[in-house]
């Protein structure tokens, strides 16, 4: 969870989505009540695609990990040899399937099938992944009818609260003597989370209107232009860590803070033709900036 996520309703969402995953099991009459409310929370995501890429995270190693534990129950090994086969062979077949983020998942379902005998192996695996597809099902729905209808909202105070991120990020490096070593890493997992969510908005929206597309699309050019911002930063923390600030680097500085507090006061709006043009001086100040200071060739390439 990164810092630009409103807790209150992520909080919301996530007990709405155990209750409705727990009412759907009972509805379906399976005995995986657990599984399915814990899964429902972990798919808990802003984003629709976001919740479906994590269910497909734990239904696939649930697939696996369940699987290969009930073929181990099936040919009769003792439990403690069952379960220490099951789970270091769902977690090497995760990795040999390209699915290394459901190695945890694989795990558990192998503890599952072993452990929490549900009849026989694969009846037991058929109620781990039945449960695990409810609680994702529940999330999802959940995500519809909270956010995915009110994206407007949503990324409007995270972009809101990304700007004043980057903006602190870069006025407090500019009141320091000193930059300290981890100076401006604090908003980077911010901006690429919201951007990765932003993308997956974007994808959900291709049935909707054209001008909520033209939003997102505004509100992605935002936050990589936020991103260049924040790289030019980064950039300069590590040039001056261990020297002391001049009179040109203070001035460069200076002018990111202003290219900051540009990007801060533009309100993004899609319909607004003079949001990009506030958006492109923002970021050829910050581009100046940087080529003045003599910032690394790979930094400015990555600027072009």
């Known amino acids: 969870m990164h810092h630009l996520v409103n807790v209150p309703v992520f909080a919301l969402k996530a007990a709405v989505s155990a209750a409705l995953g727990w009412a759907l099991v009972r509805a379906f009459d399976n005995a995986d009540a657990v599984s399915a409310a814990f899964v429902a929370v972990l798919c808990t995501s802003p984003t629709v695609f976001g919740g479906f890429r994590r269910a497909r995270d734990q239904l696939l190693g649930s697939a696996v990990g369940g699987g290969i534990a009930a073929l181990a129950v099936a040919a009769g090994l003792p439990p403690p040899l069952a379960l220490a ?26 503890v599952y099938v072993v452990l929490v005998p549900r009849g026989g192996p694969w009846e037991t695996l058929a109620v781990r992944v039945g449960a695990v597809a409810l609680g994702a099902l529940a999330a999802a729905a959940v995500t519809v009818l909270v956010s995915a209808l009110a994206y407007h909202k949503v990324f409007d105070r995270r972009v809101r609260l990304a700007r004043g991120l980057v903006g602190g ?14 100076a401006m890493l604090e ?15 974007g994808q959900e929206l291709r049935w909707r209107g054209r001008g909520e597309r033209h939003q997102i699309a505004a509100w992605l050019a935002h936050v990589q232009a936020l991103q260049l911002v924040a790289q030019w930063g980064r950039a300069l923390a590590l040039r001056r860590a261990n020297h002391a600030w001049t009179a040109d680097d ?8 202003q290219a900051a507090g540009a990007l ?15 958006l492109c001086a923002a970021v050829t100040v910050v581009k100046t900036a940087s080529i003045e200071l003599g910032a690394s060739h790979h930094l400015l390439r990555s600027m072009k």
């Open 250 to 257: 203070r001035q460069a500085l200076s002018n990111a803070a």
């Open 85 to 110: 086969v099951a789970v270091g062979g769902a977690i090497g077949a995760t990795f040999a399937l390209g699915l290394g983020s459901g190695q945890a998942v694989a795990a558990f379902a192998a």
């Open 264 to 278: 801060t006061s533009i309100a993004v709006d899609a319909d607004d033709p003079c949001a990009h043009e506030l």
């Open 187 to 201: 908003v980077f997992d911010p901006l690429t989370a919201l951007h990765t969510e932003l993308r997956d908005a």
């Open 169 to 182: 990020a870069l006025h407090k490096l500019a009141a320091s003597e000193s930059p300290p070593a981890g």
